[in-house]
C-alpha cells in the first residue's frame, strides 16, 4: 500500500536542509504506536543471512521550492507532496492514524501541517512496466579492503554488474519477507537517464551515489507489485528507490 501526504508549513515556507531525508525517516519511526513493532522495525527489520530490510520506502519532498546552496538548505514555498511505500500493514496503519490525528508535525526544527492523507491500493498486473524514479535509485556493494577497512563502491546504470546488483537486492528482500525465493526473474534496463540524474546526497554523514531517471522492469506482476511498494536498489528505508509507472505494456 501507499500514502499519498499533503503537506503545509504552518507559517508559510518551509526550510529545510538539503539532504532532509533522516528527519522523514525519524517521522516515520516515530508515528509508530506499537512499541514491539517499532523496536522490531528499527532495530530488526526482515532478515535474510546478515542482511536486514525495513519493506518500506518514500519519495523526495515534491512542490514548489528554492535551493540555498550556500546554507545548504531548500525551502519549499507552497504545498509540498509525499509518497511512503510498504508491504506492511501495520506501518500504513499507524503512520495514516498518526498523521490524521496530529495538528502538525514535526520535520527538522519545522511544524508541518498534514492537510491531507491518502491511500493506494495498487497492483501491478503486467509483467513489463516503465518507471520513474520518486527518490534516487542506489546500487552498490561493500567489501573489505586487505587492511581491514570496510569500502563501498556505487555502480551506475550503464555498468554491467548494474541490473545483477538490482536482481540481487530483489531476491533478497522477496525472501527475507516471504521466506521463499522468488520463482521469476528481474530485469532492469535503463531508458532515459542521463548524467544531470546522478545525485550524490548524504545520510547521517555518509555520502551515497544515486540515479534518477527511467527504467524498464520486466518481471511477474506479483514480483513488480512487491517493488513498488517496497522500493528497487539499496537504501530504500533511507528515501532510496521509490518509483512511480509511467506507462505499461
Same mark, same amino acid.
Given at each position: 500500500?501507499?500514502?499519498?501526504?499533503?503537506?503545509? +508549513?504552518?507559517?508559510?515556507?518551509?526550510?529545510?536542509?538539503? $539532504?532532509?531525508? &533522516?528527519?522523514?525517516? +525519524?517521522?516515520?519511526?516515530?508515528?509508530?504506536?506499537?512499541?514491539?513493532?517499532?523496536?522490531?522495525?528499527?532495530?530488526? %527489520?526482515?532478515?535474510?543471512?546478515?542482511?536486514?530490510?525495513?519493506?518500506? *520506502?518514500?519519495?523526495?519532498?515534491?512542490?514548489?521550492?528554492?535551493?540555498?546552496?550556500?546554507?545548504?538548505?531548500?525551502?519549499?514555498?507552497?504545498?509540498?507532496?509525499?509518497?511512503?511505500?510498504?508491504?506492511?500493514? @501495520?506501518?500504513? &496503519?499507524?503512520? %495514516? @492514524?498518526?498523521?490524521?490525528?496530529?495538528?502538525?508535525?514535526?520535520?527538522?526544527?519545522?511544524?508541518?501541517?498534514? @492537510?491531507?492523507?491518502?491511500?493506494?491500493?495498487?497492483?501491478?498486473?503486467?509483467?513489463?512496466?516503465?518507471?520513474?524514479?520518486?527518490?534516487?535509485?542506489?546500487?552498490?556493494? *561493500?567489501?573489505?579492503?586487505?587492511?581491514?577497512?570496510?569500502?563501498?563502491?556505487?555502480?551506475?546504470?550503464?555498468?554491467?554488474?548494474?541490473? $545483477?546488483?538490482?536482481?540481487?537486492?530483489?531476491?533478497?528482500?522477496?525472501?527475507?519477507?516471504? +521466506?521463499?525465493?522468488?520463482?521469476?526473474?528481474?530485469?532492469? @534496463?535503463?531508458?532515459?537517464?542521463?548524467?544531470?540524474?546522478?545525485?550524490?546526497?548524504?545520510?547521517?554523514?555518509?555520502?551515497?551515489?544515486?540515479?534518477?531517471?527511467?527504467?524498464?522492469?520486466?518481471?511477474?506482476?506479483?514480483?513488480?507489485?512487491?517493488?513498488?511498494?517496497? +522500493?528497487?536498489?539499496?537504501?530504500?528505508?533511507? %528515501?532510496? %528507490?521509490?518509483?512511480?509507472?509511467?506507462?505499461?505494456?
Amino acid at each position: 500500500m501507499r500514502l499519498m501526504i499533503t503537506l503545509r +508549513g504552518t507559517e508559510g515556507a518551509v526550510t529545510l536542509p538539503l $539532504h532532509y531525508q &533522516q528527519y522523514l525517516q +525519524g517521522l516515520i519511526y516515530h508515528s509508530l504506536s506499537d512499541g514491539s513493532f517499532a523496536y522490531f522495525l528499527h532495530e530488526r %527489520g526482515f532478515r535474510k543471512e546478515k542482511r536486514s530490510f525495513k519493506l518500506f *520506502t518514500f519519495s523526495r519532498l515534491f512542490g514548489e521550492h528554492h535551493v540555498q546552496y550556500d546554507a545548504k538548505t531548500i525551502t519549499f514555498v507552497d504545498s509540498i507532496q509525499w509518497h511512503i511505500g510498504t508491504v506492511l500493514p @501495520e506501518l500504513t &496503519q499507524q503512520l %495514516g @492514524e498518526y498523521l490524521l490525528l496530529q495538528p502538525y508535525v514535526q520535520i527538522g526544527d519545522q511544524r508541518i501541517i498534514v @492537510e491531507r492523507v491518502e491511500t493506494e491500493k495498487r497492483s501491478i498486473d503486467r509483467s513489463e512496466i516503465e518507471i520513474e524514479m520518486l527518490s534516487p535509485l542506489t546500487v552498490y556493494s *561493500t567489501y573489505e579492503t586487505v587492511d581491514g577497512k570496510k569500502k563501498t563502491q556505487f555502480f551506475d546504470p550503464s555498468d554491467e554488474v548494474f541490473p $545483477h546488483l538490482v536482481e540481487r537486492n530483489f531476491h533478497n528482500k522477496y525472501e527475507a519477507y516471504y +521466506g521463499i525465493p522468488p520463482s521469476d526473474r528481474l530485469l532492469i @534496463e535503463p531508458v532515459d537517464v542521463r548524467k544531470c540524474d546522478r545525485v550524490v546526497t548524504s545520510f547521517k554523514g555518509f555520502y551515497i551515489t544515486a540515479w534518477k531517471g527511467r527504467y524498464k522492469l520486466i518481471s511477474s506482476p506479483e514480483n513488480l507489485t512487491f517493488l513498488y511498494r517496497v +522500493g528497487i536498489g539499496g537504501r530504500n528505508s533511507q %528515501g532510496f %528507490g521509490m518509483f512511480r509507472v509511467v506507462s505499461r505494456k
